[in-house]
């Protein structure tokens, strides 16, 4: 199942789609990616809401 996960970091909104068994996996899975981001929402994947809201992936570190 995908999640969609809105986070602050560095001043910057964004969210970003992870895949995870439940909000909590999702939740931790971008907070190992990014330590310094705050998680402001996780909600289960909207295919036209995210689609017309590309995530931006840009803002997490390789």
Known sequence: MQFAVGFKS???LG???IDGD???VA???LK???P???IMYVRPRNRRGDSRHPPL???LPN
């Open 10 to 12: 560095d001043g910057r």
């Open 15 to 17: 969210h970003v789609l």
């Open 22 to 24: 439940d909000a909590l």
């Open 27 to 29: 939740a931790l899975k």
């Open 32 to 34: 190992a990616q990014c």
């Open 36 to 38: 310094t981001a705050v």
């Open 57 to 59: 992936s840009a803002l």
